[in-house]
């Protein structure tokens, strides 16, 4: 019974190094597309109505109508940034007239 050993130089083992070399560079290829997560910074009830510029009850309405999201911590109500901004350029309006 004869026992083969794999080295460095086996066909073998170039393949997988050669498969796991073609991943890790597919990986870094995607890393540059993939969106950032829970970098966003938290703002509080006032922090948004600001950014908004709207009333707290609008605040609260556009909440209850699912159109902004948020967490709720107790009593307390807290809104990503990111997602703010991501309401306001789902709703703006490009200038027709210069």
Do not use: H
Not at 3 to 13: H, K, W, Y
Not at 23 to 29: P, Q
Not at 49 to 74: A, D
Request: proline share 3%.
């Amino acid at each position: 019974m004869e026992i083969n050993f794999l080295t460095e130089s086996s066909p073998v083992i170039i393949q997988i190094i050669d498969y796991l070399n073609s991943i890790k560079s597919d990986i870094t290829k995607m890393s540059g597309f993939m969106p950032a997560t829970n970098t966003s910074k938290w703002l509080k009830n006032s922090e948004a109505q600001k950014m908004l510029g709207v009333s707290s009850k609008t605040l609260q309405n556009y909440r209850k109508e699912g159109k902004i999201g948020f967490s709720q911590v107790g009593k307390k109500i807290f809104y990503r940034q990111s997602d703010l901004q991501n309401f306001l350029n789902k709703n703006f309006n490009k200038p027709f007239k210069n």
